[in-house]
Every structure is written in structure tokens, then in C-alpha cells.
């Protein structure tokens, strides 16, 4: 079978490799769609310290059973499943304090497992456990269900900073990711939602896309006066910093409200991992700032149930797609911002 196999940084291979066993405690899957992200451009160019290669790449999986191991239940061939990406430990402190996402001994599927750039992919024991495996609605295509796992991740970083009826919601990033914030934002009830981001291509594909109520761009404006202009001169609820970049980090908490709220959602390069924080200003304004890293097997059980039932679609999010031997195409694609998601179909 084909897969897309990382060997170090910018030596990423399509290769042919023999199709993978099923153990008796694993399900195997036929990848129907792998879709792609701003981590797989990360990879290819610097690596993961987690990765151990040569590994096969992809995280946002979605497939067809085909077969099932002797001690699994519950799984039949011909079920569409969802795959989880971040696989906690499901048994350290902080698993069993319910927080999941950070567990202090996840592995990761496409790091320590071998990814979905592939034909097929062996669902490991690990993944099982914590059941992470996931029953795709029938109303709902296997393209759609590969976006969850990003999904996912947006849904952790909103209940952690509890947005809801009447906030406003700036989010940072006219990314893949930013979409889904915005529309999410909006099924949890947010009564005003802007988007900024400083490439204007980029910003106007998303803003077509989702329809924020305020677009901004941050290479023609002061984006912190502009918030302001456009709350009153109060501020917003919350901001959700979904870029990696410093200074949105910085302008997010100028321009939060009394009492908002601050999602740091994309990480920083480790090159570059600081900020200048006005210390008075979350002193005085008694503002909350909350990291937000990956998602819980439960986010992406909700995830799909939002796309299943229409609150949150994103299947119009999907503007590229390319087969496997095309998977280095698709990196190239994200990193410059030519489509809002992309997504690999072996």
C-alpha cells in the first residue's frame, strides 16, 4: 500500500510498504479521508520530538472497518469509524481528574502510532481503551467526519473559557481552525463574532466562507482600537488567539473586557515562546487567560454529534482534495493558505 512516511525534517517519502496486520486487540481501517493541518507543514519542516521515524503522518482520520481483532467487541466490517489523534493514558492523575487533554503520558496518533497517509491504518490497543474509536453518523461523509479531530480541539478550548449566550468573540487566524471557532462560537451562542488576520486573501476565503460579523484586517489597521470602535469602547468577552503569533497573544489581551476571556489556542514557535504582558491590565480588568491544548476522545464524540445535527457544518470548509501520491502537494497548499481545509483520500 502507498503511505506518506516521515523519515526528518524535509525528508518526508511516498512509499510503497506492505499492508499493515490486525492484532487481536486492534481494528484495522481503510482510510477514506486524512485531512491535513497547519502541525503536518510544522512536521515536515522541523520535525516532532515525539515522532520516532520513520513514521507514517496523518492525524485527522476517518475510515472504513475491515477488520477486527479476536478480543475486540462492539466493531463489525463495513462500520465508517473516526479515529482520535491525542490518546491519553487513561490512567495518571490527571486522566482520572477527567482532564484528558492533558495527559502526562498521551501518545499520538502519527507520532508514536502510525498515521492516516495511508491506505490502511492499524486502530491500536491504546486507542480502544480510552475508547477512542468513534461510530461515524450515517448523515454525515467520511470527509466531514476527518475534520472532528481538529473540531475537537476548538470545542475544549470553548468550554474552557465558557463561551456562551450574548459574548462577542474575537478570534485570531483565518485558518481552517479560526472557521470552526467562529462557527462554533455561534452555536454556543455568541451574539457577535470578528475575524482578524493580516493576510487578506486568506481572510477574505474564510470570511465568504463563515460570515463573521466583523472582518479586520491586521496589516491596515490597529486591531485593538478597531475592537473597541466596534464593542463601545468596552472590549470584547473573549478573545481566542487561533495563530502562532506573538503579538496576537498581545493584542488579545488589550483589547478583552472587564472580566473577558483569553484562549492562547495556537502555540507559539519554541524559538520564540514569549510575550509582553501588561500585568495590570489582567490585575485591574480581572481578565482570565486559559492555554488550551489538543482535546479529550469525549470532544470528539461531540464534535461529530455538532456536525451530524447541522450546528456546526463543515463540510464547505473541505476546498481541496488530493489522493495520497498528491499528499506533498497538500502540504504546500496549507502553508500558503491557497484552500481553508484539505484533505487527503487514498
Known amino acids: 500500500m502507498k503511505v506518506l512516511r516521515f523519515y526528518a525534517p524535509k525528508d518526508v517519502r511516498i512509499e510503497d510498504v506492505p499492508e499493515p496486520e490486525c492484532g487481536p486487540d486492534e481494528v484495522k481501517l481503510r482510510v477514506r479521508n486524512c485531512s491535513t493541518c497547519g502541525t503536518d507543514v510544522k512536521i515536515f519542516n522541523n520535525g516532532h520530538q515525539n515522532i520516532s521515524p520513520p513514521r507514517i503522518m496523518g492525524h485527522e482520520v476517518a475510515g472504513e472497518v475491515v477488520e477486527v481483532g479476536a478480543d475486540v467487541g462492539g466493531w463489525s466490517v463495513g462500520d465508517r469509524a473516526q479515529v482520535i489523534a491525542a490518546v491519553p493514558c487513561g490512567?495518571?492523575?490527571?486522566?482520572?481528574?477527567?482532564?484528558?487533554?492533558?495527559?502526562?503520558?498521551?501518545?499520538?496518533?502519527?507520532?508514536?502510532?502510525?498515521?492516516?497517509?495511508?491506505?490502511?491504518?492499524?486502530?491500536?490497543?491504546?486507542?480502544?481503551?480510552?475508547?477512542?474509536?468513534?461510530?461515524?453518523?450515517?448523515?454525515?461523509?467520511?470527509?466531514?467526519?476527518?475534520?472532528?479531530?481538529?473540531?475537537?480541539?476548538?470545542?475544549?478550548?470553548?468550554?474552557?473559557?465558557?463561551?456562551?449566550?450574548?459574548?462577542?468573540?474575537?478570534?485570531?487566524?483565518?485558518?481552517?481552525?479560526?472557521?470552526?471557532?467562529?462557527?462554533?462560537?455561534?452555536?454556543?451562542?455568541a451574539s457577535g463574532v470578528f475575524l482578524i488576520d493580516v493576510n487578506a486573501e486568506r481572510l477574505k476565503m474564510s470570511a465568504d466562507a463563515v460570515q463573521p460579523d466583523e472582518v479586520i484586517n491586521g496589516s491596515e489597521v490597529d486591531v485593538v482600537e478597531r475592537v473597541k470602535e466596534l464593542t463601545g469602547g468596552r472590549g470584547t468577552d473573549v478573545v481566542i488567539t487561533a495563530?502562532?503569533?506573538?503579538?496576537?497573544?498581545?493584542?488579545?489581551?488589550?483589547?478583552?473586557?472587564?472580566?473577558?476571556?483569553?484562549?492562547?489556542?495556537?502555540?507559539?514557535?519554541?524559538?520564540?515562546?514569549?510575550?509582553?504582558?501588561?500585568?495590570?491590565?489582567?490585575?485591574?480588568?480581572?481578565?482570565?487567560?486559559?492555554?488550551?491544548?489538543?482535546?479529550?476522545?469525549?470532544?470528539?464524540?461531540?464534535?461529530?454529534?455538532?456536525?451530524?445535527?447541522?450546528?456546526?457544518?463543515?463540510?464547505?470548509?473541505?476546498?481541496?482534495?488530493?489522493?495520497?501520491?498528491?499528499?506533498?502537494e497538500a502540504f504546500d497548499i496549507v502553508a500558503k493558505g491557497e484552500a481553508i481545509k484539505v484533505t487527503i483520500e487514498p
Open 243 to 328: 495563530t502562532a503569533a506573538n503579538v496576537a497573544q498581545e493584542q488579545a489581551i488589550s483589547m478583552a473586557a472587564r472580566r473577558g476571556r483569553i484562549s492562547f489556542f495556537g502555540g507559539l514557535p519554541k524559538t520564540n515562546p514569549y510575550i509582553q504582558c501588561d500585568s495590570n491590565l489582567v490585575h485591574y480588568r480581572e481578565l482570565m487567560i486559559m492555554g488550551a491544548n489538543g482535546s479529550a476522545p469525549e470532544h470528539n464524540k461531540r464534535a461529530l454529534e455538532y456536525i451530524s445535527t447541522g450546528k456546526v457544518p463543515v463540510k464547505d470548509l473541505i476546498t481541496a482534495r488530493l489522493p495520497l501520491d498528491r499528499a506533498l
Open 91 to 189: 490512567e495518571c492523575y490527571e486522566c482520572r481528574k477527567g482532564w484528558m487533554a492533558v495527559c502526562e503520558n498521551q501518545t499520538s496518533v502519527g507520532y508514536q502510532y502510525e498515521g492516516g497517509f495511508a491506505e490502511y491504518l492499524i486502530v491500536p490497543r491504546q486507542v480502544l481503551k480510552v475508547d477512542g474509536l468513534n461510530r461515524i453518523p450515517d448523515n454525515i461523509g467520511f470527509d466531514e467526519a476527518s475534520v472532528a479531530e481538529p473540531f475537537a480541539c476548538a470545542i475544549n478550548a470553548q468550554e474552557l473559557i465558557s463561551v456562551g449566550d450574548g459574548d462577542t468573540v474575537v478570534v485570531f487566524g483565518a485558518g481552517p481552525i479560526g472557521c470552526i471557532h467562529i462557527r462554533l462560537a455561534r452555536a454556543n451562542g
